[in-house]
């Protein structure tokens, strides 16, 4: 396989498509090689337009989705971002790539080693994987300027939109299966936050996250 032709093809035919056209966030696709991040049963897979599996039940995001997230997340040089879902550790390196520092947490322990084995042996040095339940994040640092949840829940919890700075947005997939859509939220005050929801889409569940209540009648 020509990997920089199919790194080429993703970016045309499945990325730019869906809206993501800031040059900096494609000049970060062809940085931080997604290859490195794919297990190697799925090299082959490494560009294709699917979830490539990662074990334990677990998936990589649609390229496009990743970087659709990252975009819309606007993440600056100066700022700190919090991501829930570390997975192979591709979403934190892309973020990584953008910001000052990434904390990223990750619920199951063996995806929190391989994340952080393919950071480390990626070269990035300026993001930090924990084992840790994002659905109960406390991180010590304190308020992050950004938060990025890889994966789908039925709603944001309060807690994590309290971690960030005034001026600081939270970007997520939220809903129920087959209507969800990409929420970003942006704290504008020590209260007061704003929402919008600019484009649907679909991704797997976040671990641990509360469930939308299913009655029976």
Not at 105 to 122: F, K, V, Y
């Amino acid at each position: 396989m020509n990997i920089e032709q199919a790194r080429f093809n993703m970016v045309e035919q499945q990325i730019r498509p869906w809206n993501v056209l800031d040059t900096a966030i494609l000049d970060s696709l062809s940085v931080v090689k997604r290859e490195d991040f794919v297990p190697a049963a799925y090299k082959n897979l490494a560009f294709a337009d699917i979830e490539v599996p990662l074990g334990q039940g677990q998936c990589m995001l649609f390229p496009r989705l990743e970087a659709r997230m990252v975009q819309d997340l606007a993440v600056q040089a100066h700022e700190t971002v919090l991501e829930i879902g570390s997975g192979s550790g591709y979403m934190a390196a892309l973020l990584a790539h953008r910001a000052k520092r990434v904390v990223s947490l990750e619920i199951n322990a063996e995806l929190a080693n391989l994340a952080r084995t393919n950071l480390r042996n990626a070269g990035v040095q300026n993001a930090e994987v924990r084992h840790a339940d994002g659905s109960v994040a406390t991180p010590a640092e304190g308020n992050f300027d950004a938060i990025l949840m890889s994966g789908s829940v039925a709603a944001i919890p309060q807690s994590l939109l309290n971690l960030l700075s005034v001026g600081g947005r939270l970007i997520a997939i939220v809903g129920d299966e087959p209507i969800m859509c990409a929420t970003i939220v942006t704290r504008t005050s020590a209260t007061e936050f704003r929402t919008v929801k600019p484009w649907d889409c679909e991704a797997p569940r976040l671990q641990k996250f509360t469930e939308n209540s299913q009655f029976a009648f």
